[in-house]
C-alpha cells in the first residue's frame, strides 16, 4: 500500500502485482506521505490489454464513471472516493489513468487539472495555463531558484478564499517537483506566449475565462460535472488574477511576471 | 397563450452570466460561445422561448435588427443549440443603450486528451507514445 499526496488530493494506493508495484513507487516517488484520512482509495493491477491508445470513453455520472481505452481501464466512485485501475503493464497507460481519474475527483472537489506550467517563488505560486507551444515547458526551464511544480498538469484547489496550486506527477521533459515543495497559494494566472519583450497585461474576466477554460482537463459527456468545472473556472477567474503574458527566454520574464 | 417559440436546449448546454457577457458551452463536444452583451440578452429570453419578433424587440430600434438576431438564430440553429417548443410569451426588457449586434465567438473548451506522463515526450495532441521499456 502506498500513500501519496498529489494534484491536492490524498491516495491510498493498492497495487495488486508486482509489476504495478514498481510501476506506481517509480510513478509517486516524490509523492509519498503518511496515512491521510479521507484518501481516495485506489486498487491498481495490470492487465492483458493492449498498447497505449486512442479514444477514451467515458460513461457514468457525478457518482460513479467509468473509463476505457485500449490499454487501461478504470472505475471510479467519486461519491465513495474509490477507484480501480487496470492497465497493459505501461507506465505511461498508468499516468494516463491517473491522470484522467484525478481529473474527475477534482472536478467532483470543486478544483480542476489545468494543462498548465505551475512555479513557486517568494512561497507564492504562479499559474501558466496554455496549449503545446506556449511556452510552458520554457518557462519552467528558465525558473532558476524558483521551484516548479509542474511544467505540463497542475491542479488547482479551492483554499478558504483562495486557491492553492499543486504538483502532480504528470510532467514532460521536467524531471519533477524538489521534495517538500509540491503546492502553494495561488497568486496570478499568466497565459503565455512567445514575443518580443516582456510584457504583463490584464485580461478581462471573460478573456480570462475563455482561455482557463481550452485549458482545463475535462474527459467524456457528463454534463454535471462539466457544468461544475464551469463554475469551478469563473469562480476562479473573479478572485485570482488573470494575464497575459508576452516574453521572450531570457530574465526579464520575470521581472514581467513579478510586475 | 402559448405559441411556437424558440428556446435553447438545456439538456445540452451550460451557461453563466459574466458580467452582461455570457459563456455557454455545448457539453457535448466542449464547444463554448462567448457572447457580447447584446446576445447575452437574447440568450436569456431563449432560456423561456421567445419568438425572433420578441427577440428583435429587445434589442431596439434599428434597420438592422432584424436580419442581426436572423442571422444569430442560424449560427443557433445549425449548430442545434435551439429548439422550437410551444410557451407562453416572456417578459422582453425594454431595450436600453445604443443598438448592439449579437455576436458571439466559438471557441473549443475542455483540453481532453489523456495522453501520457513522466519520461517520455508529452505532446497532448498526439495520440502514439513509445512503449515504456
Redesign the interface.
Known sequence: MIHATFGGLHWRLIPCDSRAIGHVERALERFSVGPTAGAITVAIATAPLGAFGEELSVEGDESRVHLQRSDFTAQLGLSARTATIEYGGEIPSLHAALRVATSFFLARSGGFLAHAASLVSHGRAFLFPGPSGAGKTTIARLAGDRTVLSDEVSAVVPDGNGYRCHATPFFGDFEGPRPGVLDAPLARVCFPSHGVGASLEPLGILEAARRLLACIFCFGWIPALQRRLLEAALVFVRRVPCFDLRFTPDSSLWRAVHA | MPEARLRFRS??I?W?R??D?A?V?D??N?S?F?LNPAAALLWELLESGATAEELTSALGPSDDARSDVSRWLGALARRELIETVFAPSPKVPPPSGPYQPPRM?E??????S????????????C???P??S
Open positions: 439538456e445540452r451550460a453563466r459574466i458580467d457577457e459563456v458551452i457539453l457535448r466542449a463554448a462567448f465567438i471557441d473549443k473548451v475542455f483540453c481532453g489523456a495522453g501520457c506522463g513522466k519520461s517520455i515526450p508529452v505532446d497532448f495532441n495520440q502514439r507514445v512503449r515504456d
